[in-house]
DNA sequence: TGCACATGCCAAGAAAAGCTAGCAGGTGTC
DNA sequence: GACACCTGCTAGCTTTTCTTGGCATGTGCA
């Protein structure tokens, strides 16, 4: 899928991290994985600010998150990176931007 | 410069290709280069549009503009891309991240 | 019971990005 | 002169994205 992404796909992924705080999460993410309220702690910012740039990345398929129990009962909502790998060149783009949704159609993909 | 990307470089390159219609600009640019009202016609979008387009992807450095004249006189903007190149992975992300601009300092780069 | 820490959601304002419509200029041909 | 091309600009509206602050849930511990 990295190899030959859709247009959409990439556009995605594209728009997902064209963000600073998103792109700090993927680097902190990489480094370790953690839960929700650390992490925010960790960046300096809210957590419900946090959760939504989470969210987005989840819905691109660049993170997963899994909801463990900590050994003392609590809760906690781990993510961890997904291991992507998206090449970005002209050639890429002139090959994935031909299945690019025109806009009318496609409602149930994101 | 593709090899290792400042963050503030990586963020302009990806927002700046956020976007459909850039998509496809830099599709069209990578099979032919042209000028600006037939890429705009190529494209079914308004030359102001386009023109709006075409100075962000200029400004990331993604494509050149060179101001040509035809055989009769006319003057052309002709485009073409950049051969650019970007990894995005978790690794190249992680190595980008901590040199992202806090958000103050930073004026005169852009 | 009160505190600390974990999760989640949402309304509403602020900021940024996208797009249109209309204006300006220039050259060459019929 | 009228028309068909080419270029450039921007004010102002619309839409999307970002961000904050508040509120609600649950657990364990003193």
Redesign the pocket.
Known sequence: MSAEPTGDELLTVL??L?????LRVIAALTRERT???????DLG?????L??????LEAAGLVT?R?EL?P???????YEVTPFAYRLTPQAIAAAAPTLSTDDAEKGTR
């Open positions: 728009g997902t064209a963000n600073p705080h998103r839960y929700v309220s650390r992490l925010a702690r910012i809210s957590r419900a600010l959760q939504l740039h989470l969210r987005k998150a909801l900590s003392d009962g609590k809760a906690m909502k781990f």
